[in-house]
Protein backbone atom coordinates (compact mmCIF):
# COMPACT_ATOMS: atom_id res chain seq x y z
CA UNK A 1 0.00 0.00 0.00
CA UNK A 2 1.36 3.39 -0.81
CA UNK A 3 0.41 6.52 0.91
CA UNK A 4 -1.98 8.90 -1.89
CA UNK A 5 -2.22 11.99 0.30
CA UNK A 6 -0.29 13.14 3.49
CA UNK A 7 -2.07 14.73 6.16
CA UNK A 8 -0.03 18.45 5.87
CA UNK A 9 -1.51 18.46 2.46
CA UNK A 10 -5.06 19.29 3.26
CA UNK A 11 -5.99 22.85 3.96
CA UNK A 12 -4.61 24.15 7.09
CA UNK A 13 -8.36 25.24 7.83
CA UNK A 14 -9.73 21.78 7.56
CA UNK A 15 -7.23 20.01 9.44
CA UNK A 16 -7.06 22.56 12.90
CA UNK A 17 -10.97 22.08 12.54
CA UNK A 18 -10.71 18.31 12.74
CA UNK A 19 -7.90 18.66 15.25
CA UNK A 20 -9.69 21.15 17.64
CA UNK A 21 -12.63 18.31 17.91
CA UNK A 22 -9.83 15.98 18.79
CA UNK A 23 -8.28 18.56 21.51
CA UNK A 24 -12.04 18.49 22.78
CA UNK A 25 -12.49 14.83 23.26
CA UNK A 26 -9.29 14.06 24.49
CA UNK A 27 -10.84 16.56 27.47
CA UNK A 28 -14.30 15.49 27.94
CA UNK A 29 -16.11 13.51 30.50
CA UNK A 30 -16.61 10.14 28.94
CA UNK A 31 -13.55 7.44 29.81
CA UNK A 32 -10.84 7.71 27.41
CA UNK A 33 -11.08 3.80 27.39
CA UNK A 34 -14.70 3.92 26.34
CA UNK A 35 -13.74 6.14 24.21
CA UNK A 36 -11.05 4.38 22.48
CA UNK A 37 -12.93 0.85 22.08
CA UNK A 38 -15.81 3.02 20.75
CA UNK A 39 -13.40 4.43 17.66
CA UNK A 40 -11.48 1.02 17.59
CA UNK A 41 -15.17 -0.34 16.67
CA UNK A 42 -16.30 1.94 14.20
CA UNK A 43 -13.64 1.49 12.60
CA UNK A 44 -13.55 -2.09 12.58
CA UNK A 45 -16.79 -1.76 10.61
CA UNK A 46 -15.31 0.66 8.23
CA UNK A 47 -12.59 -1.37 7.92
CA UNK A 48 -9.53 1.70 8.24
CA UNK A 49 -6.46 -0.51 8.77
CA UNK A 50 -4.80 3.11 10.27
CA UNK A 51 -7.47 3.69 12.60
CA UNK A 52 -7.39 0.14 13.51
CA UNK A 53 -3.37 0.26 14.21
CA UNK A 54 -3.97 3.99 16.22
CA UNK A 55 -6.85 2.52 18.08
CA UNK A 56 -5.51 -0.71 19.57
CA UNK A 57 -2.24 1.18 20.61
CA UNK A 58 -4.91 3.98 22.60
CA UNK A 59 -7.03 1.42 23.93
CA UNK A 60 -4.25 -0.80 25.71
CA UNK A 61 -2.93 2.45 26.48
CA UNK A 62 -5.79 3.30 28.55
CA UNK A 63 -6.43 0.36 30.18
CA UNK A 64 -8.04 -2.25 27.71
CA UNK A 65 -6.78 -5.43 26.96
CA UNK A 66 -6.10 -7.41 24.11
CA UNK A 67 -9.21 -9.98 25.06
CA UNK A 68 -11.47 -7.34 24.93
CA UNK A 69 -10.19 -5.79 21.62
CA UNK A 70 -10.32 -9.05 20.13
CA UNK A 71 -13.78 -9.89 21.06
CA UNK A 72 -15.34 -6.42 20.58
CA UNK A 73 -16.11 -7.58 16.60
CA UNK A 74 -18.77 -9.87 18.44
CA UNK A 75 -19.05 -7.84 21.75
CA UNK A 76 -22.96 -8.93 22.33
CA UNK A 77 -22.14 -12.86 22.71
CA UNK A 78 -19.09 -12.49 25.15
CA UNK A 79 -18.90 -11.21 28.89
CA UNK A 80 -16.13 -8.69 28.55
CA UNK A 81 -18.05 -5.71 28.52
CA UNK A 82 -20.67 -3.63 30.73
CA UNK A 83 -24.13 -2.76 29.94
CA UNK A 84 -23.05 0.85 29.35
CA UNK A 85 -20.17 -0.22 26.86
CA UNK A 86 -22.98 -2.48 25.39
CA UNK A 87 -25.40 0.54 25.17
CA UNK A 88 -22.33 2.87 23.79
CA UNK A 89 -21.24 -0.16 21.02
CA UNK A 90 -24.78 -0.47 19.84
CA UNK A 91 -25.20 2.94 19.31
CA UNK A 92 -21.55 3.50 17.67
CA UNK A 93 -22.67 0.47 15.64
CA UNK A 94 -26.09 2.35 14.48
CA UNK A 95 -24.49 5.33 13.71
CA UNK A 96 -21.83 4.41 11.59
CA UNK A 97 -24.17 2.25 9.61
CA UNK A 98 -26.55 5.33 9.24
CA UNK A 99 -27.05 4.51 5.75
CA UNK A 100 -28.22 0.75 6.43
CA UNK A 101 -30.42 1.40 9.86
CA UNK A 102 -31.76 4.48 11.61
CA UNK A 103 -31.26 5.58 15.38
CA UNK A 104 -34.09 3.71 16.54
CA UNK A 105 -35.44 4.38 20.16
CA UNK A 106 -34.58 1.34 21.93
CA UNK A 107 -30.59 2.03 21.04
CA UNK A 108 -31.24 5.34 22.18
CA UNK A 109 -33.40 4.99 25.10
CA UNK A 110 -30.38 2.66 26.21
CA UNK A 111 -27.87 5.54 25.80
CA UNK A 112 -30.07 7.58 28.40
CA UNK A 113 -30.08 5.01 31.16
CA UNK A 114 -25.73 5.61 31.06
CA UNK A 115 -25.31 9.11 29.76
CA UNK A 116 -26.77 12.72 30.46
CA UNK A 117 -27.62 14.63 27.53
CA UNK A 118 -24.33 16.42 27.17
CA UNK A 119 -22.47 13.08 27.25
CA UNK A 120 -24.86 11.96 24.25
CA UNK A 121 -24.00 14.27 22.18
CA UNK A 122 -20.67 14.15 23.09
CA UNK A 123 -20.97 10.11 22.41
CA UNK A 124 -22.35 11.66 18.81
CA UNK A 125 -19.44 14.03 18.00
CA UNK A 126 -16.60 11.52 18.66
CA UNK A 127 -18.56 8.71 16.70
CA UNK A 128 -19.13 11.12 13.70
CA UNK A 129 -15.31 12.38 13.77
CA UNK A 130 -13.95 8.72 13.99
CA UNK A 131 -15.93 7.91 11.11
CA UNK A 132 -14.75 11.11 9.47
CA UNK A 133 -11.41 9.94 10.45
CA UNK A 134 -11.42 6.26 8.82
CA UNK A 135 -13.36 8.02 5.55
CA UNK A 136 -10.10 10.05 5.31
CA UNK A 137 -7.64 7.67 5.95
CA UNK A 138 -9.65 5.31 3.11
CA UNK A 139 -9.07 7.73 0.79
CA UNK A 140 -5.51 9.14 1.51
CA UNK A 141 -3.81 5.72 2.39
CA UNK A 142 -1.89 6.04 5.47
CA UNK A 143 0.47 3.43 6.07
CA UNK A 144 -1.02 1.86 9.13
CA UNK A 145 2.03 0.16 12.09
CA UNK A 146 3.81 2.96 12.77
CA UNK A 147 2.09 4.98 14.98
CA UNK A 148 2.88 5.76 18.77
CA UNK A 149 0.66 6.64 21.83
CA UNK A 150 0.06 10.06 21.89
CA UNK A 151 1.81 11.42 18.41
CA UNK A 152 -1.36 13.26 17.52
CA UNK A 153 -1.69 14.74 20.66
Known amino acids: MTQRIAYQEMPKELWAGL ?12 DQQLLSLLYYRASQINGCTACLDMHAKES ?10 HG ?25 NVNQQDIDDATFDALTEHFTTAEIT ?27 VGEYA
Open 19 to 30: TKIGAYLKTCDI
Open 122 to 148: TLTMAIATVNTYNRINKTFRPVPGNYK
Open 72 to 96: VIAWRETPYFTDKERAALAFTEALT
Open 60 to 69: IHHGDTHQRL
